[in-house]
C-alpha cells in the first residue's frame, strides 16, 4: 500500500515566522534576521543521517522502539529532561517552570507548567495558537490506560500504581465502554491550568525519570488526537524544537524547525575536568535552539549503502557504524587516518544496552518451567558461542554479557559473573541427553521426551548482520544435534509479531532510556506480558523480587534484590543475553558541536551544520 506524504507545513506561514524572528527584540538585529534569513530558505542549515530500522509510528502511546522514540522526542515535550553535556547524568526542567515537588515518601509528585508554550499549527486547532497546559499532560498519560490504543509502555505505569488508573481502564475493557478521559482519578490530575499532580499507591522513588520520557509524558493535545484519530500516528503535533515536514513510510522523514518553539539558549555545564566539552559549552553559548533548521532522516537498512553514503558525504554523519565496517573505520579502534585526513570526527561509547535472544515461555516447543524445559533452554544458551559471535558477527563491537542488567545504570555490577556467557558444547549435550532430547531415528536430529520432533523456529531480519548471526546460530544448533530454522521478516513486522506473542525466539536489542537497572529486570516481570517482557516470562518468585526492589530507594538492600532477580533471570534463561554493544558515531567535519549522550535521544537541537564546508568538500546536499 502507498502512503501519501504528511502534510508539508505552509510556506506562507515559515516567512511569517521568518518576519516575527527579525522583529523580535530578544535577539541582536543581525541574528535574528540570519534566523529569518534561514526559515526563507536563504542558507538553511539541514541535518542528513540515515536509520537502520525503519519507523513504526509517530504516536507516543503506542510505539516502543528506539528509532521512532527518537523522532517523536524532537517533536514532543516532555516536563523534564536530561542535561546534554552533564557527567554523570543529572535532570533539569524542560516544560516545567521547577522540579517536581515530592511529598510522602516518593508517593507524590506535584509539576508546574511553564506558562505561554504553543504546540505547532495545526488544523485541529482551527487557526487558534493553542497553549499547553497541566491538561494536556494528565490526558497525554491517560492514553496509555485506554485500551483503544495498543500502548506498549502501559506496563511502566502500571507497576508504579497511579491510584485510580487502573480500575478505570478495567471498568472500560468490562463494560465495554469508551475510555473516560474527563473523570478524575486521584493518581493523575491537573490542579490548576499549569499545575500537575501524580499519586501512587506505594513509594517509587526513581518515577521522577518517567517526566523525562516521551513515551510517557510527550504532551499531545486531545483536539489533534480526536481530529485525527486512528490515523494519529501520522499527525505528531507537538510544542517541540521541530515538526514533521515530509514522510514517506520507511523510507524518508523530514523535520523542520517549529516556528512555534519557544525561546531555548543553549547553556550546558560540562564536567570541569572535560575539556573538549568544556571548549564545546563556550562555543554555542547562548544560542538559539535548535541550531539547525531541519532534519533529513533515510531509512537505510542494509550496512553497505548507508556506509557508502556516509563516505560519499550524501549523509553528515553516520551513528553506530555498523560493525562490518569497524575494521575499515577504526582499526584497532582508532579512527582510520585518511578517514582523520578528511577531518571525520570519532565518538566511541557504551549505550545502556543488551543484546539478546528470548524464548517463548508460553511456546509448547522451548517454554516452559518443567526441569526437561529449563534444561533445553540452558542447553542451547551453552552452545552458543559468545567470544566468537562478538569477534564475527559483532566485529569486536561488544563485550559478553554476565545478566540482563547493562553499563551505565545504576544496579549494574561489573564484578558479577554468571554461566549466562559461559560456552560448553560438552555440556549442552550432556544436559539434552540427561533430560530425554535424544536422537531416536538415527537422522542426525534430537527428538524431544515424548518423541515428537524438536524443531526450533528463530525470528530474523535480511540485513547483513543478522545473516551473519543466523549462519553462528546455524553452526551452533547443529554442533548439539538441534534443527533450527529461520523466518525473516521486516524489523517493524517482527516487533508486532512479538508484541502479540507469536514468535518461539527473536533476537533484538534493549536500550534504557533512564539510568537504571529496572529497565532490564522489566524484561521478566510477568504482568508486562506483550509489552517490555517478550518472552512472556511468569515466575512469582521474581515478580515478589522485582515488585520489593522497586519501592527502595539506591542502596545495598536495593541491589542484593536486583542482583537475586537477575540470578533467577539466569536459572530460567527466558532470555539469552549475548552482549553489551559498543558503538561508534563518526560525523564529517561540517557538524558543529557533535556529542553522544545515550539518554538524549534527539541530538539534533544541540548540532550545528556550515553549508559551505560541505559544499567546499564537494558534498552539497540533494
Not at 546534554?84 to 515518601?105: G, K, Q
Amino acid at each position: 500500500m502507498k502512503h501519501p506524504p504528511v502534510r508539508k507545513p505552509d510556506r506562507r506561514s515559515l516567512l511569517g515566522a521568518a518576519a516575527l524572528l527579525c522583529a523580535t527584540p530578544m535577539l541582536p538585529g543581525t541574528a535574528a534576521c540570519a534566523e529569518g534569513q534561514r526559515a526563507s530558505g536563504a542558507g538553511r542549515k539541514v541535518l542528513r543521517y540515515a536509520f537502520p530500522v525503519a519507523e513504526t509510528s509517530f504516536d507516543p502511546a503506542y510505539v516502543t522502539d528506539l528509532y521512532s522514540l527518537t523522532l517523536i522526542e524532537g517533536i514532543l515535550d516532555t516536563p523534564l529532561e536530561f542535561e546534554f553535556l552533564a557527567d554523570p547524568v543529572r535532570l533539569r526542567t524542560n516544560t516545567a517552570a521547577a522540579m517536581p515537588e515530592v511529598a510522602d515518601d516518593h508517593r507524590s509528585f506535584t509539576l508546574r507548567i511553564q506558562p505561554g508554550i504553543f504546540f505547532a499549527d495545526d488544523p485541529a486547532f482551527k487557526g487558534q495558537r493553542r497553549e499547553l497546559t497541566a491538561h494536556d499532560y494528565v490526558y497525554s498519560m491517560k492514553r496509555h490506560y485506554d485500551p483503544r490504543w495498543k500502548s506498549g509502555n502501559l506496563y511502566l505505569l502500571e507497576a508504579d500504581k497511579l491510584l485510580g488508573l487502573s480500575e478505570l481502564r478495567r471498568e472500560c475493557i468490562e463494560r465495554g465502554v469508551p475510555f473516560n478521559y474527563d473523570r478524575e482519578v486521584e493518581g493523575l490530575r491537573a490542579l490548576d491550568r499549569y499545575t500537575l499532580r501524580v499519586r501512587l499507591a506505594e513509594p517509587k522513588p526513581r518515577f521522577i525519570y518517567h517526566f523525562t520520557s516521551v513515551s510517557l509524558c510527550g504532551a499531545v493535545a486531545r483536539e489533534v488526537v480526536e481530529h485525527y484519530g486512528d490515523k494519529i500516528g501520522e499527525h505528531p503535533v507537538g510544542t517541540g524544537p521541530f515538526m514533521l515536514g515530509e514522510w514517506k513510510r520507511s523510507s524518508r522523514i523530514v523535520l523542520l524547525r517549529n516556528p512555534a518553539y519557544r525561546e531555548r539558549r543553549y547553556a550546558e555545564n560540562p564536567p570541569e575536568d572535560d575539556a573538549r566539552l568544556q571548549a564545546l559549552a563556550r562555543q554555542f553559548e547562548g544560542r538559539r535552539l535548535p541550531l539547525v533548521d531541519e532534519v533529513r532522516i533515510s531509512i537505510i537498512e542494509e550496512a553497505q549503502p548507508r556506509w557508502l553514503a556516509f563516505l560519499g558525504g550524501e549523509q553528515d554523519l553516520i551513528e553506530s557504524v555498523p560493525a562490518e565496517f569497524a575494521a575499515v573505520a577504526f582499526p584497532n579502534n582508532r579512527l582510520a587516518p585518511n578517514l582523520e585526513r578528511q577531518g571525520i570526527a570519532m565518538t566511541r561509547y557504551a549505550r545502556a544496552d543488551v543484546a539478546f535472544s528470548y524464548f517463548a515461555m508460553e511456546n509448547e516447543v522451548v517454554g516452559g518451567y518443567a526441569p526437561a524445559q529449563v534444561a533445553l533452554r540452558r542447553a542451547i544458551s551453552l552452545a552458543v558461542d559468545v567470544e566468537r559471535e562478538i569477534r564475527v558477527a559483532r566485529r569486536g563491537q561488544a563485550i559478553p554479557a554476565q545478566g540482563p542488567i547493562a553499563p551505565k545504570v545504576w544496579g549494574y555490577d561489573p564484578a558479577f559473573r554468571s554461566t549466562m556467557s559461559e560456552y560448553s558444547v560438552a555440556r549442552a549435550k550432556a544436559l539434552l541427553d540427561l533430560h530425554g532430547f535424544v536422537d531416536r531415528d538415527g537422522d542426525g536430529w534430537r527428538e524431544r521426551p515424548d518423541g515428537r520432533p524438536l524443531v526450533i523456529e528463530y525470528q530474523t531480519q535480511s540485513d547483513q548482520q543478522s545473516r551473519a548471526l543466523v549462519e553462528l546460530w546455524q553452526k551452533h544448533m547443529e554442533a548439539i544435534g538441534i534443527r533450527i530454522v529461520f523466518r525473516s521478516a521486516q524489523w517493524p513486522e517482527n516487533l508486532k509479531a512479538s508484541r502479540a506473542g507469536k514468535l518461539m525466539m527473536w533476537g533484538v536489542g534493549w536500550v534504557a532510556s533512564q539510568p537504571d537497572g529496572d529497565t532490564f529486570l522489566a524484561l521478566g516481570y510477568g504482568p508486562n506480558k506483550g509489552q517490555a517482557n517478550h518472552a512472556r516470562f511468569d515466575l512469582p518468585e521474581f515478580n515478589r523480587l522485582y515488585e520489593a526492589q522497586r519501592v527502595l530507594p539506591d542502596g545495598p538492600q536495593r541491589q542484593r534484590l536486583m542482583r537475586d532477580a537477575a540470578r533467577l533471570m539466569i536459572a530460567y534463561m527466558p532470555y539469552k543475553v549475548h552482549a553489551h554493544r559498543l558503538f561508534t558515531d563518526l560525523v564529517h567535519p561540517w557538524v558543529r558541536g557533535y556529542h553522544r549522550n545515550i539518554f538524549v535521544r534527539s541530538f539534533w537541537r544541540y548540532v550545528d551544520v556550515e553549508p559551505q564546508d560541505r559544499r567546499g568538500a564537494g558534498t552539497e546536499a540533494a
